[in-house]
Antibody
Framework: QVQLQESGPGLVKPSETLSLTCTVS????????WSWIRQPPGKGLEWIGY???????NYNPSLKSRVTISIDTSKNQFSLRLTSVTAEDTAVYYC?????????????WGQGTMVAVSS | DIQMTQSPSSLSASVGDRVTITCRAS??????LNWYQKKPGKAPKLLIY???SLQSGVPSRFSGSGSGTDFTLTISSLQPEDFATYYC??????????FGGGTKVDI
């Protein structure tokens, strides 16, 4: 079955760039939308943005100026870049699939990766 | 921007109880409403999509209803493994996908 796995540094310094990659296995990334979502400690879920397999994107307006999501269909991966990070960006970051067949619900998730922003 | 308001924010219940969680959208979203279960240290799990469709593999004690702005998640008979936090989420967009604040269900 299709599985998602996040990878990237667990610690990022303030003002630097957070970079994460999600690898999709067991299926093709060339369909549906692919999202990044985060959960700060003790808080709720926040959608960061998504990318369509063709490259079209949609970002959370509150993060739009700092976010870039890209896709590499040859590697079955999509990636997140978040610039100028602060302590408020400390969170568990999840990649997920928005299934077009399920009303764009997030039906598949990675296990999540904790990213701390600290000097 | 579509705001999603869940109530209650937390509730205490016992095994076997019927539990109802509500979610209200700040504008109409049709049936673009999904429900997730979140346990500590685990990724969220999709329970209900399109307001009332049960995701494959999810027990039938979970059900969803509603359309427009008002939605409900019901657990007909709470089981020990159901103690978790539940989130609603609108996938109508405009301009962002948004989650409710969550409802923590504990003993």
């Amino acid at each position: 079955q299709v599985q998602l796995q996040e990878s990237g540094p667990g610690l990022v310094k303030p003002s630097e760039t957070l970079s994460l990659t999600c690898t999709v296995s067991g299926g093709s990334i060339s369909s549906d939308y692919w999202s990044w979502i985060r959960q700060p400690p003790g808080k709720g879920l926040e959608w960061i943005g998504y990318i369509y397999y063709s490259g079209g994107t949609n970002y959370n307006p509150s993060l739009k100026s700092r976010v870039t999501i890209s896709i590499d269909t040859s590697k079955n991966q999509f990636s997140l870049r978040l610039t100028s990070v602060t302590a408020e960006d400390t969170a568990v970051y999840y990649c997920a699939r928005n299934s077009l067949q399920l009303a764009r619900a997030f039906d598949l998730w990675g296990q999540g990766t904790m990213v701390a922003v600290s000097s | 921007d579509i705001q999603m308001t869940q109530s209650p924010s937390s509730l205490s219940a016992s095994v076997g109880d019927r539990v109802t969680i509500t979610c209200r959208a700040s504008q109409t979203i049709g049936t673009y409403l999904n429900w997730y279960q979140k346990k500590p240290g685990k990724a969220p799990k999709l329970l209900i999509y399109a307001a009332s469709s049960l995701q494959s593999g999810v027990p039938s004690r979970f059900s969803g209803s509603g359309s427009g702005t008002d939605f409900t998640l019901t657990i007909s008979s709470l089981q020990p493994e159901d103690f978790a936090t539940y989130y609603c989420q609108q996938s109508y967009i405009t301009p962002r996908l948004t989650f409710g604040g969550g409802t923590k269900v504990d003993i």
